[in-house]
C-alpha cells in the first residue's frame, strides 16, 4: 500500500487529520487495531470546548452535533453543604458542548467512508521503519503482514500506542505524573437531575455528575487507584453517589439501570518534542491529561489541526515552516491543558487524609473561585478553551 500521509490509529486525532487531510486533497491511510463497533461504542470523554465545535462544524461535521449536542453555559461547583454555579459564558462569551466521545468518532468514520476515505480496521500496526527519509508502517491485518509506504507517518494511536516507541532513546523527555487515585465512571439509563455538569469536592473523595442526553446520566466517583471494580455492585456506587453529591438541602439525584461502569486511572504525562523525523505524534500518543479538566479530546482535535494545515502547507508549495514548528505550537496549549487539569484535580479531589493543611486550602481555593470574578473567569476561560495560547 501507498498513500501520502500514513495513520496509526482511528481515535479523534486520526480521524479527524484524515478528514482535514481530505479536505486539502491530500490522501491518508488511517489503521486502526480495533473493529469499527469497538471504537465507535468506546465510552470516554463528554465535554467539547467551543474551539472544537467550531471546527467540527466550519468542516461539515457538525450537523448532528448541532442537533444532539448539549450547549451548557455553565458548570456548578459542590463543597461543603453549598452549590455554586460558575457561569462561564456571561465571564467569558463561550461555551461548552456535552456530545460524547464516541458520537464525535461516529460522525467522522460516515464522513470518511461516504467520501471514499480509507480507514482498516483490524489493522495493527508492530512497527514504523524508514522514519529519517521514507516511511514504512509495518501492520498485521487478517493473519497477513503487510506495508504501507508513506511521505510522513502520524501517530495518533493513544497511551499505548507503538509510534511513541519508534523514536531512538535519547531524544524524547518524558515528564509525568501519577495520582494515587482513580476515576470510576458509570453511564446509566436515569434522566439527569440537572442541566448542568456537577463538579462536588466532599471529604469522601471527588464526585462528577454529567449526562449524554436527556434520558442518560454519565457519573464519575474518586476511588483509590488500586481499586477493583468487581467491588463496587451497583447499589454501592448509588451510595457513594448519594453521599457525596445530595449535599444540598433538597436536592435529590435520578437513579437507573447502570449500563456500563469501567474504572480509569488519573495520569499527567507529555513528551517532547512531538515530532522526529517525518514520525508527527499527536493526541493521547504524546500528552494525556486527567480528566478533570475536560481537555484530552480537545488537545486531540488542536493537535490535528495544526498538523493539517502544516501538511497542507508542505504539499502545496513544499514550505516546511508549519511542520517545523508544529511541536513548539501545539506544545503551549498541551501545557496550559496540563496546568489547568492539574490544577482542577488537585482543588477537587481527596488528597492526602492525613494532612488537614492541604484540606483546608483546597477550601480556600474554592471558596475564592466562586467568589472572586477574577478567579472565576481564570477556570472558566480554561474550561471553555483559549482560542491562543
Ligand atoms: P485514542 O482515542 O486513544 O485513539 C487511539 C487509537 O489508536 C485507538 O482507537 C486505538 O485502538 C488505536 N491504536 C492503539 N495502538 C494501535 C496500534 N498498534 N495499531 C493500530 N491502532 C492502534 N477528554 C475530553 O476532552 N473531555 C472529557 O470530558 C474527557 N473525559 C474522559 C473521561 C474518561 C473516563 C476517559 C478515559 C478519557 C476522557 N477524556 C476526555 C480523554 C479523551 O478520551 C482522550 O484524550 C481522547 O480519546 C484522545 O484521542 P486520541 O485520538 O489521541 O486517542
Ligand atoms: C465528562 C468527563 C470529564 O472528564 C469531565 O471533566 C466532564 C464531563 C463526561 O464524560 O461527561
Known amino acids: 500500500m501507498r498513500t501520502q500521509v500514513g495513520i496509526v490509529g482511528a481515535g479523534p486525532a486520526g480521524l479527524m487529520l484524515s478528514h482535514l487531510l481530505h479536505r486539502h486533497g491530500i490522501s491518508s491511510v488511517v489503521l486502526e487495531s480495533r473493529s469499527r463497533e469497538y471504537v465507535e461504542h468506546r465510552l470516554r470523554a463528554g465535554v467539547l470546548e467551543q474551539g472544537s465545535v467550531d471546527l467540527l462544524r466550519e468542516t461539515g461535521l457538525g450537523a448532528r452535533l448541532d442537533r444532539e449536542g448539549m450547549r451548557h453555559e455553565g458548570i456548578e461547583l459542590r463543597f461543603d453543604g453549598e452549590s455554586h454555579r460558575v457561569p462561564m459564558t456571561e465571564l467569558t462569551g463561550r461555551a461548552i458542548t456535552v456530545y460524547g466521545q464516541q458520537e464525535v468518532v461516529k460522525d467522522m468514520i460516515a464522513a470518511r467512508l461516504a467520501a471514499g476515505g480509507k480507514i482498516h480496521f483490524e489493522a495493527e500496526v508492530h512497527r514504523l521503519s524508514g522514519l529519517e527519509s521514507a516511511p514504512v508502517v509495518h501492520l498485521r491485518r487478517d493473519g497477513r503482514d503487510e506495508e504501507l509506504h508513506c511521505d510522513f507517518v502520524v501517530g495518533c494511536d493513544g497511551f499505548h500506542g507503538v509510534s511513541r516507541a519508534a523514536v531512538p532513546d535519547g531524544v524524547l523527555r ?3 505524573r501519577t495520582y494515587p487515585f482513580a476515576w470510576l465512571g458509570i453511564l446509566a439509563a436515569a434522566a439527569p437531575a440537572v442541566h448542568e455538569l456537577i463538579y462536588a469536592h466532599h471529604e469522601r473523595g471527588f464526585a462528577l455528575y454529567s449526562m449524554r ?5 454519565r457519573l464519575y ?48 504525562f507529555v513528551v ?18 486527567p480528566p478533570t479538566g475536560a481537555k484530552g479530546m480537545n488537545l486531540a482535535l488542536a493537535d490535528v ?42 482543588m477537587l479531589h481527596r488528597l492526602d487524609a492525613d494532612d488537614p493543611y492541604e484540606a483546608k486550602l483546597q477550601s480556600a481555593t474554592l471558596r475564592y473561585v466562586t467568589t472572586s470574578p477574577a478567579y472565576a473567569t481564570s477556570l472558566a476561560e480554561n474550561y471553555v478553551g483559549l482560542p491562543e495560547v
Open 305 to 346: 489541526a495544526l498538523l493539517g494545515a502544516a501538511f497542507a502547507a508542505w504539499y502545496a508549495d513544499g514550505g516546511t515552516g508549519l511542520l517545523d514548528d508544529y511541536s513548539r505550537t501545539a506544545l503551549r496549549r498541551v501545557w496550559r491543558a496540563q496546568q489547568f487539569s492539574w490544577w482542577m484535580t488537585s
Open 174 to 176: 518524558t515528564y509525568e
Open 272 to 289: 517532547e518534542p512531538m515530532q522526529w523525523q517525518r514520525l508527527y505524534l499527536a493526541g493521547d500518543a504524546v500528552h494525556i491529561v
Open 213 to 217: 442526553s436527556p434520558e442518560i446520566s
Open 221 to 268: 466517583l474518586q476511588v483509590p487507584a488500586d481499586e477493583d471494580i468487581a467491588d463496587w455492585p451497583d447499589e454501592r456506587i448509588w451510595a457513594e453517589l448519594r453521599t457525596r453529591l445530595e449535599t444540598v438541602p433538597g436536592w435529590t439525584l435520578n437513579e437507573g439501570p447502570i449500563l456500563e461502569k469501567a474504572i480509569t486511572p488519573l495520569r499527567s
